[in-house]
């Protein structure tokens, strides 16, 4: 079982930035992806940004350009460094973790985030 423990979320401004961390603990040998999905007020959880082992990411179209995503892959953390934040960015962010090249919803899950972004 691996668990995950998110940090970093808040409220700020339009514009402004915000820095989530993640670290898994437990069966962290099994993890490859890690990453991060959203879930806004009324709508579905949507994948926002994902990297692999190795360092392959990929982004949700709608962040790219604005959020980073990157790993420590010896204190199994992952990151996400949002820049230029807008107010549809508002929503629940979990951490998920994959056995796979990319985070799917089959992958272990976090407790969650708030990131509000106030216009």
Request: overall charge positive.
């Amino acid at each position: 079982q691996v668990q995950l423990v998110e940090s970093g979320g808040g409220l700020v401004q339009a514009g402004g930035s915000l820095r989530l961390s993640c670290t898994a603990s437990g069966s962290t040998r099994s993890i490859n992806a890690m990453g991060w999905y959203r879930q806004a007020p009324g709508k579905q959880r949507e994948l926002v940004a994902s990297i692999s082992s190795g360092g392959i990411t990929n982004y949700a179209d709608s962040v790219k350009g604005r959020f980073t995503i990157s790993r420590e892959n010896a204190l199994y953390t992952v990151y996400l460094q949002m820049n230029s934040l807008k107010p549809e960015d508002t929503a629940v962010y979990y951490c998920n973790a994959d056995r796979g090249l990319w985070i799917t919803r089959n992958g272990y899950w976090g407790q969650g985030t708030q990131v509000t972004v106030s216009s």
